[in-house]
């Protein structure tokens, strides 16, 4: 999206003064205000079109409308699990919208407008067109504005456009909505107001509703991607066999028999989607979503609670994340020949209007005595990192204050020289250093235009700051390192700082790596990342590269950070995590929110998403093998022309106890498995031969019946016994090993199941009949030579499954 380059027409406004109350007021009325609500994720509409109007959904809802138009509304209870999944889906999907709409108005900032020559504080929805914004360092512009003073004010524009360096601004030049003063000050007249302003132009951007990696969704969209073109061809082979079963389509039609045709195609079609899956698998984020927000995590979009249980490389931002992001002076160490005035040096940056945290942490010990006169100024600018100031007297020259290798070069990192030895030793205790230099030069208006540093700069002292490293900070990499997780620290301090916090939280690394001389390529990039952990001095731009290069990899990365700088890396990121005191954009772009700030959810997160991947590739197994057996009964029974021996309520009864309820239980028990991927894979090499065992054996078992005249009644009756005691079986095989609770569902459905085939009321409904003495010898033999398969199955499968755990375990 590219920026603005053309200012709307403008009424001069004398910055100095402002608008008038009855300017205001005159705005207000004409609606020329920043008001602006954006959607912090998809519209309601989105949300309902994405989790109603499915292809699927489509599919059931025709069968469900067609069975009640035929009058046959006892064989339309399968519609209920469309309708569960779709209300469960858009109610989820609404909670989450909400709350990150919540989320972004109690943390929107402030502004701050000149009228009538006094400064006022507005929400930033109160700002009206042709405004004075007074902009200072830390601000973020609430409007799209023009600057109409100036004094070295440099304002970060990476969110908004991708440029990590800070810009320069200057009179006529634009400030963009949703932007961060780093450095300086000015007053600039508002142009655009609302949602004509860039901010919320780019909102839409930035927040439009991208999907989280999930491979649980994408596995099962997959399989419903086959089954839709699969089903359209398999609905018409079941009809048409049907329709001969009843004598021909001709006869079928004349003697009303095609509507039981309809009624056996549309069981055949029902039970080859996996709804109940898709069912299953919402509620598992659902649940897991709320288990988080109840311990302060909140969930942007439900797949993330699976996301970071993929992750194998997380990177960190050192300030906010590892450290608490506060900042504390700890001490000044002076140089051999620093000479005098340097205490009134730091007393001046400290109490200067535009200091950055840092330099006011020196306003407490060095309060400042008597007000010098600076006769040039170059404002802190994070790009260069520094700022100067030149007095005329007490002593003449220049002071510098800031990064000492952007200052000294190479002679601050150099243990030989004497600032290098103060510096590095004083760096590697995982103090923040800076350092204060004098030049007895004056700068010139040209010095201070060009920011160029004095000649003859001598260094006076090295001024130290620490942070506080957070409590819970070592506790949590060291889960992570024993989960086979990566960590890489990503910090845009010294190198030497960033490395000793990372010793402290328990990294080994001996040293950090310097991100100035990081290459270009990317593929070298990605060779720098496998070799090195700890990174300082990295700018916004390469902490998005480092993201791109791991991915490039084949690694699932999650990045956490909590300021606008990190804003970048974390939407590229698979897993973007944001602590809920950074800046808005970036909890926007997030997948997670640690709304605490507490780090230490993350093993919380991790585990939640284990239990999900685990459970939904356990109950998947059930809702495939189901899909399998019903596909391969839907195409022999298409191709040998038999009546399919089922009604729609009668799978319903297996459906139900067999897989749809049990599953419910499975699906949220307790489960640390840990993640290993190819999760449909190992599905299916289950599902497709248990179902066609599943299906073949009902096959056998209704010819069989067929040729011995079995009444229809009493085969349907049969082929539901069998269906209903094989599910139970493999429902048992999937569950292993039987815990206490396990024995409880598995007991409480079969239980069900024996008062479905003997409660006068139920049997009445489902149609079940005593299926004979030559159908029950059928059924018994049909029963155990499946349950046999079965067991066959499982046992090849989970030597299939252990060997490839050891592949994957040999690979990492």
Same mark, same amino acid.
């Given at each position: 999206?590219?920026?603005?380059?053309?200012?709307?027409?403008?009424?001069?406004?004398?910055?100095?003064?402002?608008?008038?109350?009855?300017?205001?007021?005159?705005?207000?009325?004409?609606?020329?205000?920043?008001?602006?609500?954006?959607?912090?994720?998809?519209?309601?509409?989105?949300?309902?079109?994405?989790?109603?109007?499915?292809?699927?959904?489509?599919?059931?809802?025709?069968?469900?409308?067609?069975?009640?138009?035929?009058?046959?509304?006892?064989?339309?209870?399968?519609?209920?699990?469309?309708?569960?999944?779709?209300?469960?889906?858009?109610?989820?999907?609404?909670?989450?919208?909400?709350?990150?709409?919540?989320?972004?108005?109690?943390?929107?900032?402030?502004?701050?407008?000149?009228?009538?020559?006094?400064?006022?504080?507005?929400?930033?929805?109160?700002?009206?067109?042709?405004?004075?914004?007074?902009?200072?360092?830390?601000?973020?512009?609430?409007?799209?504005?023009?600057?109409?003073?100036?004094?070295?004010?440099?304002?970060?524009?990476?969110?908004?456009?991708?440029?990590?360096?800070?810009?320069?601004?200057?009179?006529?030049?634009?400030?963009?909505?949703?932007?961060?003063?780093?450095?300086?000050?000015?007053?600039?007249?508002?142009?655009?107001?609302?949602?004509?302003?860039?901010?919320?132009?780019?909102?839409?951007?930035?927040?439009?509703?991208?999907?989280?990696?999930?491979?649980?969704?994408?596995?099962?969209?997959?399989?419903?991607?086959?089954?839709?073109?699969?089903?359209?061809?398999?609905?018409?082979?079941?009809?048409?066999?049907?329709?001969?079963?009843?004598?021909?389509?001709?006869?079928?039609?004349?003697?009303?028999?095609?509507?039981?045709?309809?009624?056996?195609?549309?069981?055949?079609?029902?039970?080859?989607?996996?709804?109940?899956?898709?069912?299953?698998?919402?509620?598992?984020?659902?649940?897991?979503?709320?288990?988080?927000?109840?311990?302060?995590?909140?969930?942007?979009?439900?797949?993330?609670?699976?996301?970071?249980?993929?992750?194998?490389?997380?990177?960190?931002?050192?300030?906010?994340?590892?450290?608490?992001?506060?900042?504390?002076?700890?001490?000044?160490?002076?140089?051999?020949?620093?000479?005098?005035?340097?205490?009134?040096?730091?007393?001046?940056?400290?109490?200067?209007?535009?200091?950055?945290?840092?330099?006011?942490?020196?306003?407490?010990?060095?309060?400042?005595?008597?007000?010098?006169?600076?006769?040039?100024?170059?404002?802190?600018?994070?790009?260069?990192?520094?700022?100067?100031?030149?007095?005329?007297?007490?002593?003449?020259?220049?002071?510098?204050?800031?990064?000492?290798?952007?200052?000294?070069?190479?002679?601050?990192?150099?243990?030989?020289?004497?600032?290098?030895?103060?510096?590095?030793?004083?760096?590697?205790?995982?103090?923040?250093?800076?350092?204060?230099?004098?030049?007895?030069?004056?700068?010139?208006?040209?010095?201070?235009? &060009?920011?160029? +540093? %004095?000649?003859?700069?001598?260094?006076? *002292?090295? $001024?130290?700051? !620490?942070? @506080? =490293?957070?409590?819970?900070?070592?506790?949590?990499?060291?889960?992570?390192?024993?989960?086979?997780?990566?960590?890489?620290?990503?910090?845009?301090?010294?190198?030497?700082?960033?490395?000793?916090?990372?010793?402290?939280?328990?990294?080994?690394?001996?040293?950090?790596?310097? &991100?100035?001389? +990081? %290459?270009?390529?990317?593929?070298?990039? *990605?060779? $720098?990342?496998? !070799?090195? @952990? =700890?990174?300082?001095?990295?700018?916004?731009?390469?902490?998005?590269?480092?993201?791109?290069?791991?991915?490039?990899?084949?690694?699932?990365?999650?990045?956490?950070?909590?300021?606008?700088?990190?804003?970048?890396?974390?939407?590229?990121?698979?897993?973007?995590?944001?602590?809920?005191?950074?800046?808005?954009?970036?909890?926007?772009?997030?997948?997670? $929110?640690?709304?605490?700030? @507490?780090?230490?959810?993350?093993?919380?997160?991790?585990?939640?998403?284990?239990?999900?991947?685990?459970?939904?590739?356990?109950?998947?197994?059930?809702?495939?093998?189901?899909?399998?057996?019903?596909?391969?009964?839907?195409?022999?029974?298409?191709?040998?022309?038999?009546?399919?021996?089922?009604?729609?309520?009668?799978?319903?009864?297996?459906?139900?106890?067999?897989?749809?309820?049990?599953?419910?239980?499975?699906?949220?028990?307790?489960?640390?498995?840990?993640?290993?991927?190819?999760?449909?894979?190992?599905?299916?090499?289950?599902?497709?031969?248990?179902?066609?065992?599943?299906?073949?054996?009902?096959?056998?078992?209704?010819?069989?019946?067929?040729?011995?005249?079995?009444?229809?009644?009493?085969?349907?009756?049969?082929?539901?016994?069998?269906?209903?005691?094989?599910?139970?079986?493999?429902?048992?095989?999937?569950?292993?090993?039987?815990?206490?609770?396990?024995?409880?569902?598995?007991?409480?459905?079969?239980?069900?199941?024996?008062?479905?085939?003997?409660?006068?009321?139920?049997?009445?409904?489902?149609?079940?009949?005593?299926?004979?003495?030559?159908?029950?010898?059928?059924?018994?033999?049909?029963?155990?030579?499946?349950?046999?398969?079965?067991?066959?199955?499982?046992?090849?499968?989970?030597?299939?499954?252990?060997?490839?755990?050891?592949?994957?375990?040999?690979?990492?």
């Amino acid at each position: 999206m590219d920026a603005p380059t053309h200012a709307s027409p403008m009424t001069l406004i004398d910055p100095a003064v402002g608008l008038s109350a009855s300017d205001v007021a005159e705005r207000t009325s004409a609606g020329l205000i920043n008001a602006f609500t954006a959607d912090s994720s998809r519209s309601a509409w989105n949300i309902v079109r994405a989790n109603v109007f499915t292809l699927f959904n489509g599919i059931v809802f025709a069968c469900f409308f067609i069975l009640f138009v035929l009058g046959r509304w006892q064989d339309a209870l399968f519609g209920l699990a469309a309708f569960a999944n779709s209300i469960i889906g858009c109610v989820q999907e609404f909670r989450a919208k909400s709350a990150l709409d919540k989320l972004a108005l109690l943390n929107a900032p402030r502004a701050r407008v000149r009228r009538e020559r006094e400064e006022l504080e507005l929400v930033p929805g109160e700002v009206v067109l042709d405004d004075i914004l007074v902009l200072r360092a830390g601000d973020q512009v609430p409007a799209d504005a023009v600057i109409v003073t100036t004094r070295a004010l440099q304002i970060d524009e990476s969110m908004l456009t991708g440029e990590s360096d800070a810009v320069d601004k200057h009179p006529g030049d634009e400030a963009l909505s949703g932007s961060i003063v780093v450095a300086g000050e000015g007053d600039a007249q508002v142009n655009r107001v609302g949602a004509d302003s860039y901010a919320n132009k780019f909102a839409g951007e930035a927040k439009r509703f991208s999907l989280v990696s999930s491979e649980l969704r994408n596995s099962i969209n997959r399989v419903l991607t086959w089954m839709s073109w699969i089903i359209g061809p398999m609905g018409l082979l079941v009809l048409n066999a049907q329709m001969m079963v009843a004598g021909g389509w001709i006869k079928a039609w004349e003697s009303g028999d095609w509507v039981q045709a309809v009624v056996n195609t549309i069981a055949s079609l029902t039970a080859m989607i996996p709804l109940g899956l898709v069912l299953m698998t919402s509620i598992a984020f659902a649940v897991g979503a709320s288990r988080l927000a109840a311990k302060q995590v909140l969930v942007n979009e439900l797949p993330a609670v699976e996301g970071l249980a993929r992750v194998d490389v997380i990177c960190l931002d050192k300030t906010g994340t590892l450290t608490a992001g506060e900042i504390a002076f700890d001490a000044v160490h002076e140089l051999p020949d620093a000479g005098h005035g340097a205490t009134s040096a730091l007393a001046w940056f400290g109490t200067t209007p535009d200091a950055n945290a840092t330099a006011k942490c020196l306003r407490d010990p060095f309060p400042l005595a008597q007000r010098l006169d600076a006769v040039a100024y170059v404002p802190f600018s994070s790009a260069r990192k520094w700022s100067a100031v030149s007095f005329a007297d007490g002593p003449v020259g220049t002071w510098v204050f800031g990064a000492p290798e952007m200052i000294f070069g190479d002679l601050a990192s150099d243990p030989m020289t004497p600032l290098g030895a103060v510096v590095t030793e004083l760096a590697s205790t995982g103090r923040r250093t800076l350092v204060l230099a004098f030049s007895p030069v004056v700068m010139g208006a040209a010095d201070v235009e &060009a920011e160029s +540093l %004095p000649m003859g700069l001598e260094s006076a *002292a090295v $001024v130290t700051f !620490r942070e @506080q =490293v957070r409590a819970d900070a070592a506790r949590t990499l060291e889960y992570f390192r024993e989960q086979g997780v990566g960590i890489r620290v990503i910090s845009g301090d010294n190198p030497r700082t960033v490395a000793a916090i990372a010793r402290e939280v328990g990294v080994e690394v001996h040293e950090g790596y310097d &991100a100035r001389a +990081l %290459p270009e390529d990317d593929a070298d990039l *990605a060779d $720098v990342l496998a !070799r090195h @952990q =700890v990174f300082g001095r990295v700018t916004p731009e390469q902490k998005k590269r480092m993201v791109v290069a791991l991915q490039s990899r084949g690694h699932v990365v999650a990045m956490t950070g909590d300021g606008v700088n990190d804003a970048l890396a974390i939407k590229t990121a698979d897993i973007g995590i944001a602590m809920n005191s950074g800046a808005a954009a970036t909890k926007a772009v997030a997948r997670l $929110v640690l709304l605490d700030g @507490q780090f230490s959810h993350l093993p919380d997160v991790v585990a939640e998403g284990r239990q999900v991947i685990a459970n939904i590739e356990r109950v998947s197994m059930l809702f495939l093998t189901k899909t399998a057996y019903a596909t391969g009964l839907a195409l022999l029974f298409g191709l040998l022309v038999l009546e399919f021996p089922f009604l729609p309520r009668q799978l319903s009864i297996t459906d139900g106890l067999t897989i749809g309820i049990p599953a419910f239980f499975l699906a949220l028990m307790s489960n640390t498995q840990r993640y290993v991927p190819g999760f449909l894979k190992r599905s299916l090499t289950f599902a497709i031969p248990a179902g066609a065992i599943i299906a073949a054996g009902l096959t056998f078992y209704t010819v069989a019946a067929t040729r011995l005249e079995v009444p229809e009644a009493q085969l349907r009756t049969g082929a539901t016994i069998i269906l209903a005691v094989v599910g139970i079986w493999v429902l048992t095989v999937l569950s292993r090993p039987i815990t206490r609770f396990k024995t409880l569902v598995i007991g409480a459905m079969f239980i069900g199941l024996v008062g479905v085939f003997t409660i006068p009321l139920a049997t009445e409904f489902f149609e079940l009949v005593d299926p004979g003495e030559q159908a029950a010898w059928l059924v018994v033999a049909v029963t155990v030579l499946s349950i046999a398969g079965i067991e066959i199955v499982r046992f090849i499968h989970r030597r299939y499954v252990a060997a490839s755990l050891r592949q994957t375990d040999a690979a990492t």
